[in-house]
């Protein structure tokens, strides 16, 4: 099993912690399992769906399944199946090996260009090309993920961005003023520094120092950034050796200052709770942590991140619904599905209940949506950064360049290489595991 990314998110309710698995269920074979058994008999098609959801996601997708069903009486959903998003992977591939996968699965992005090898995964490119809603009203972003060598595999399920939330008591007790869009890590590290007391024990910021996903994707802004990339054209080398020394400095300097508080462990989750308890000035995050900034009472604000050159560039790490191919009724009911569910109408019903960004310019756009995003506080700005957000690339290699340039991240955060020691480091074993083919 490749690193697992997104431990950030276990629980799609905006931070929240996943609390309970979902049960197992056994996994039914190619077209004549529980989940395809009336396929054939006349009566409804019966399609396996492993959502990965709990708590609100898990609430929200069941009501939409529920509304799904009464607009498609020959459709049914099974949702007993499946686990929880973070041990997909691990659920699908052993399906896979049995040949008995779901019809859809929810399936992290970095995750696909692997799951898609299997010749049970869907080409759903003549599918999104006559979808109802036009392909590129989707954000860029969510578009590439799921395209692989040219072909879209999956369809979006969940999108994001990062941005900075601001603590503004910390900022004003600093008498510091609040960063502006268009502010430099110059910037950033100035502010840093000037947030950070020692006798209260506050921090002017955090980055996750486990080398997991979490430590990664918050670099890779920073490198596109200076004209670099996560791997180059070729697809069989790196592209980040020449500008992510760079890159580097910057967490070098907050390290040195002794500003940015380093969270051990998977998941950052420490590091949120420091925020949340009022002991970090400014944090790079998602969507996802607004309700538990909220519910912590902290008076807060986001802003974009900071640049080097004065481009607003973010990040956005998108998941999706993968579709197999059980046999022609399965598969047309599933496509039928995934294409319902990712419409503007249910999307942002997704989005609103479930705690996600809207995945096209046409759910942005609803009333419902644009209500939503009034009433919260710093929402609106992580839909701008979709604007300009970039996703990893989709490519069977990624985890190994991740967990390359994990190493490298956390060795410069603890002192124990330059940036430009670490980053060569990173970059030869990046090569190394991108010219095996693929």
């Known amino acids: 099993m490749t690193p697992t990314p997104y431990t950030r998110r276990q629980v799609l309710r905006g931070g929240a912690l996943a609390v309970a698995a979902l049960a197992a269920a056994c996994a039914s074979d190619s077209g004549t399992g529980a989940a395809g058994g009336d396929a054939g008999s006349g009566g409804p098609v019966t399609i396996e769906l492993w959502h990965g959801q709990t708590d609100f996601a898990l609430d929200a997708i069941k009501k939409l399944v529920a509304d799904f069903e009464r607009a498609h009486p020959d459709i049914k959903v099974d949702l007993s199946g ?13 399906a896979l090996a049995s040949d008995s996968p779901p019809d859809i699965a929810y399936i992290f992005g970095s995750d696909l260009p692997n799951v898609a090898r299997s010749p049970k995964v869907a080409d759903l490119t003549d599918m999104v090309n006559s979808g109802p809603t036009p392909w590129p009203d989707y954000w860029q972003s969510a578009r590439d993920v799921v395209t692989v060598k040219g072909r879209v595999r999956a369809m979006p399920a969940l999108i994001d961005s990062l941005a900075v939330v601001c603590n503004k008591k910390l900022f004003a007790a600093a008498d510091v003023p609040l960063p502006k869009p268009g502010w430099t890590w110059d910037d950033f590290v100035a502010t840093a520094r000037a947030l950070t007391d020692e006798r209260r024990n506050t921090f002017g910021t955090g980055w996750p120092g486990a080398g997991d996903e979490d430590t990664v ?19 069989r080398s790196n592209g980040f050796a020449k500008v992510g020394a760079q890159a580097l400095q910057v967490l070098e300097r907050l390290a040195k200052d002794g500003s940015v508080y380093i969270d051990p462990k998977p998941g950052s989750e420490q590091m949120y709770q420091v925020f949340l308890s009022g002991r970090m000035g400014m944090v790079a995050t998602g969507p996802w942590q607004l309700p538990d900034v909220a519910d912590a ?24 619904w993968t579709v197999f191919d059980n046999g022609p009724e399965r598969l047309k009911a599933a496509q039928t599905f995934v294409t319902w569910l990712t419409q503007p109408a249910q999307d ?3 989005d609103v209940e479930a705690g996600s960004l809207p995945l096209s310019k046409s759910a942005q756009s609803l009333p419902a949506w644009t209500e939503h995003a009034a009433k919260t506080e710093g929402l609106p700005a992580f839909v701008t950064a979709l604007e300009t957000a970039r996703s990893r690339p989709a490519h069977p290699a990624y985890p190994q360049v991740s967990k390359a340039v994990g190493e490298a991240i956390v060795a410069v955060l603890l002192g124990r290489s330059t940036p430009a020691e670490a980053i060569a480091a990173a970059a030869a074993k990046a090569d190394t595991a991108l010219r095996v083919p693929n």
Do not use: C
């Open 82 to 94: 499946g686990v929880l998003a973070d041990a997909m992977l691990q659920k699908v591939t052993a």
């Open 217 to 235: 994707w918050r670099i890779w802004p920073l490198v596109w950034d200076l004209g670099g990339d996560v791997i180059g054209p070729d697809g």
């Open 297 to 320: 009472k902290i008076d807060y604000q986001v802003v974009p991140l900071p640049s080097f050159s004065g481009r607003p560039i973010s990040i956005s790490g998108p998941d999706t």
């Open 348 to 350: 942002v019903r997704w």
